[in-house]
C-alpha cells in the first residue's frame, strides 16, 4: 500500500516543509505524518490547502514515501533531493548533505 | 558601459516599489498564489526545488566592478554565499526568500541592475558576444543595438504576455559567440555594398523540445528600423502564435507551421504598415546610448615583460594559450576566467571570489566584466604587461584555470540538485567529467570541445549545440544520460544528433572517454573534435560505444 | 464594476446575450456571432451599439464597420492571454478607432497600465475587486520607454526635450 506525505514550502523564506505529526510543518521529511490510506490523504491535503489559504506554505502536494524506522523517507529521487538538499556541495561553508544515491 | 539617467533610474526604483507592494500583498492574503505567480516571474522570481530562485538580468553579459561587488555582498546578505552565472549571462541566487526579495531588489537598483523580465512569458536579457567591443573582427559593438532593445523591451506593454518567453541575441562580428542562430531572433550586424551598416533578420531559432536553427527573414535591415521591425516580429508572434499548448508556443512552431516565406510576407506586411517614414529611434538618442560604448581610452603597452613571462613561467604560458584571446587594441589582451575548476559545479562563484573579480577588473580591466554563454567570466581590456599579475590574482582565488573552450570548460545547467523542471542531475556528471580529463595537458592535447550538460528537455545547458551534448532524463526513476555529437553555437550552428542509447549514470563518463578515445585515434591535421566529426560522422563514434559489447 | 478614463465609473452598457432580445433603451454590447446576424438590425439600432471581441475573432471582418460601434470591448480569456494588447493598439493606430475601448475578461490590476498604455480606456473589474486599488495602480510606475496610445511622452522623446 503506497504512503503518503505532504510537502510544501514555507510561503515567507520558500525553504522545503513537511506536514508533521503535531499537524504543524517541520523542516525535516522524517517528522512527517505518514497516511495509509485515500481518506487520510484527502484530510490531508485539506488540512495542507487550509495552512496555503492562511498563507503559512505554498503549493502543498501528497509525495509517496516509504516508512524506515518510523520514519518517513521520499520515494522519487526528485523529492529526495529537495528532503537532503542539492547532492553536492554547493557553498564555500555548507557540508555535503545527505547523498541520495 | 551604459549608465543610467533619471529615467531609467525612475523606473527601476518604482518597479521595486511597486513589487513591495505585490509582496505585501501576497503576503497578507489580498493576492492568491495564482494571481502572484505571473508577477513574481515577471520579476524574476522563481519557486525552485529548495527555495526561491532569484535570476538577476547582466544586460548583455556586462557589468562593472561596483555591480559585482553588491551581487557578492547579496550572496553573502540573502543568500548562501555564492551565486550561478548562466548560459544567458544572467545570474542565479538559489536561496532567495521571499519577503526579502523586495530588499534583494531594492540593493539591485542602487547599481543600476534589476531582474525585470528575466522570467516569464516577455522578452528577456538581450544576450550579444562577451568579446564585444575587443574583438579584431568586430562590425560594430553590438552592445549598442542590445541597449536600445532592452529599453524597448522593458514592460513593453503590448509583448508582456506573448505566447512564451522570447529570447533575442546580437552579435557584431564574423565569429558567432552570441549563439544568435539558436535564438527566437538572432541579429547579425553586416554593411551592404554602400557600406551602410545594418542587419540580417534571423527568426525561429531555439533549443528544448524542438531544437530548431534560425532561418532568415531578412538579408539586409538599415539600423535605423530595428524597432519597427522587431514591433512587427512581435506582434505577428503575439496574435498568432500557439496558446494551446506550452509546448508548441515558441515562435520557431509558429515559422516552422507557418512555412518561412508565408511567415516573412507577415512581418513584411506588418512592418510596412507600421513603420514610419524617418528613424524609429531619434539619432540623437541612438548617438547618447552609442557613446557609452566608445572604445576607453587606451595606452601604448611594452608587452617585452609580457613575452619574457611566457617562457619564464610554464603554469602562466598554458593559462596564456588557454584564456587569453588577442584584443583589437595593440598591447591589450582579452582575459577569460574560468568558473569551471576541476570537480566543481560550472558557472558558480563564491561572494568573495566575486568581490576579487571586481577587484582586478578595477586595477586591470578598466572596471569592466563580461558574463559569457558559456557560465564564465570575462575581463576585456587588459594590458599584455599586466597579464602575469592578473594570473597571480585569479591564482590565489581558485580563478585561474586554464581550460576555457577545452574539455574541462563544462556547460551545465543547475539540474536537479537544484531546479523544479529538472528530470536528472546534470552538476554530478560535470564533476565526474571533470575529474576524469583533469590533466591540462590532455585537455590541451585533446584542444577544442565543448561539453555541455542539460538536466531536462529544456535544454537551459545547451545540449543540443554542443559539440558533446548530454541530455539527463529519468527513466523509470533511474537517471540515464543521451549523448549527442555534431551541435555547433557558432555561426555554423547546427543541432547536434543522438547516437545512440542513453546510458546509465555510471557508464556516461566512460562514455565520454570513449568518444574522446576515437577522436584522437581518427584526427587529421590539427583537426578539432568538431571537424573530425564532420569528417567521418557518427559511424565510428557508435561503433566505439555499442558495437564492443 | 467599471474604470474609465482613470475614475470608477457607472457602466451604462448592457451585454445582449447572442439570442438575447435587443433592448431600444439602452446602449447594447453584442458579440460579433451577433452582429454578423443581425448586422441590419444593430446599423439601424437606435441607441449605441458596442461590440465585444474574444481574442480569436478576426479583427479584418469588422475594420470596415468601425465607424459603426461607439465601444469595443476585447475580452481576455485569461489574464496571460495578450493578444487583446496588440489588437488594441492596431485598433487605436491603425484604424483610428476613436470609441471607448474596454477591457473585459480576466484583467489582473498590475496589469492597469499596460492596458491603458495599449489604448484601453475602460477595464470591468472582475467580481469582488476592490476598485481603490485598482485606481492606486494605474501608476505605479510613471515612466515608460515606449510610445503610449493616451499620448503621454515615452522616456526617449523626454531625453530629446531636455
Known sequence: MTQHAITANWLGSGLVVYLAWDGGWSEQVADSFISGSAEEDAWLLDIAGRAADARIVVDPYLIEVTEQDGAAWPALRREQIRAGGPTIAYAPDATVLRRVA | ???????????????????????????????????????????????????????????????????????????????????????????????????????????????????????????????????????????????????????????????????????????????????????????????????????????????????????????????????????????????????????????????????????????????????????????????????????????????????????????????????????????????????????????????????????????????????????????????????YELWQGLRKHGLATANIGLIGDIIACPGLDYCGLATARSIPVAQRISRLFSSLDRQHDIGELRLKISGCINACGHHHVGHIGILGVDRKGDEVYQITLGGRADENAAIGKIIGPAFASEDVVEAVETIVRTYIGLRQDGERFVDTYERVGQKPFKEALYDAD | MLIKNGAVAEDRWIAIDDDGELSGEWPVIVSLARWRKDRDLLQTHNTPVGLRLSSDDPLDEIVPDLDRFFLIALDFPAFTDGRPYSTSRLLRERHGFTGELRAVGQVLRDQAQFLTRCGFDSFELPGGSDAEDWLRGLDSIAVHYQPASDGSAAIPEKRIQL
Open chain 2, 1 to 387: 558601459m551604459y549608465r543610467y539617467d533619471r529615467y531609467d533610474t525612475q523606473l527601476v526604483t518604482e518597479r521595486v516599489s511597486q513589487f513591495r507592494d505585490q509582496v505585501a500583498r501576497r503576503l497578507d492574503g489580498s493576492l492568491s498564489e495564482e494571481q502572484f505567480r505571473p508577477l513574481r516571474l515577471l520579476n524574476g522570481l522563481y519557486l525552485q526545488l529548495h527555495a526561491y530562485m532569484l535570476r538577476v538580468a547582466i544586460p548583455y553579459g556586462t557589468l562593472s566592478s561596483a555591480q559585482m561587488r553588491m551581487l557578492a555582498h547579496i550572496a553573502r546578505r540573502y543568500d548562501r554565499g555564492y551565486g550561478h552565472f548562466t548560459t544567458r549571462q544572467n545570474i542565479q541566487f538559489n536561496w532567495t526568500r521571499l519577503e526579502e526579495a523586495p530588499d534583494v531588489l531594492a540593493d539591485l537598483a542602487k547599481v543600476e541592475m534589476h531582474a525585470i523580465q528575466t522570467s516569464g512569458n516577455t522578452i528577456r536579457n538581450t544576450t550579444a558576444d562577451p568579446f564585444a567591443g575587443v574583438a579584431a573582427d568586430e562590425i560594430e559593438d553590438p552592445r549598442i543595438t542590445c541597449e536600445i532593445i532592452r529599453q524597448w523591451s522593458t514592460l513593453h506593454p503590448e509583448f508582456s504576455f506573448l505566447p512564451r518567453k522570447f529570447k533575442i541575441a546580437v552579435t557584431g562580428a564574423l565569429d558567432d559567440r552570441a549563439a544568435v542562430k539558436v535564438h527566437d531572433i538572432g541579429l547579425i550586424l553586416r554593411r551592404n555594398e554602400a557600406s551602410e551598416t545594418g542587419y540580417e533578420v534571423m527568426v525561429g531559432g531555439g533549443q528544448g523540445r524542438t531544437p530548431m536553427i534560425a532561418k532568415t527573414i531578412r538579408d539586409f535591415l538599415p539600423k535605423d528600423h530595428l524597432l519597427s521591425y522587431l514591433e512587427a516580429i512581435l506582434r505577428v508572434y503575439n496574435l498568432a502564435g500557439r496558446r494551446d499548448n506550452k509546448y508548441k508556443a515558441r515562435i520557431k512552431i509558429l515559422v516552422h507551421e507557418t512555412g518561412v516565406d508565408r511567415f516573412r510576407d507577415q512581418v513584411e506586411a506588418e512592418w510596412a504598415a507600421l513603420r514610419k517614414t524617418g528613424p524609429d529611434l531619434d539619432p540623437a538618442e541612438v548617438a547618447r546610448i552609442a557613446r557609452f560604448f566608445a572604445p576607453p581610452a587606451y595606452d601604448s603597452v611594452d608587452s617585452a615583460g609580457y613575452r619574457a613571462m611566457l617562457f619564464e613561467d610554464q603554469a602562466f604560458a598554458d593559462w596564456v594559450r588557454a584564456n587569453v584571446a588577442p584584443h583589437k587594441q595593440d598591447g591589450y589582451a582579452i582575459a577569460s576566467i574560468s568558473l569551471k575548476p576541476e570537480g566543481a559545479p560550472p558557472g558558480d562563484a563564491t561572494a568573495d571570489q566575486m568581490d576579487a573579480v571586481a577587484d582586478l577588473a578595477v586595477r586591470f580591466s578598466l572596471d569592466e566584466i563580461r558574463v559569457t554563454h558559456e557560465q564564465n567570466l570575462v575581463l576585456p581590456h587588459v594590458r599584455q604587461s599586466d597579464l
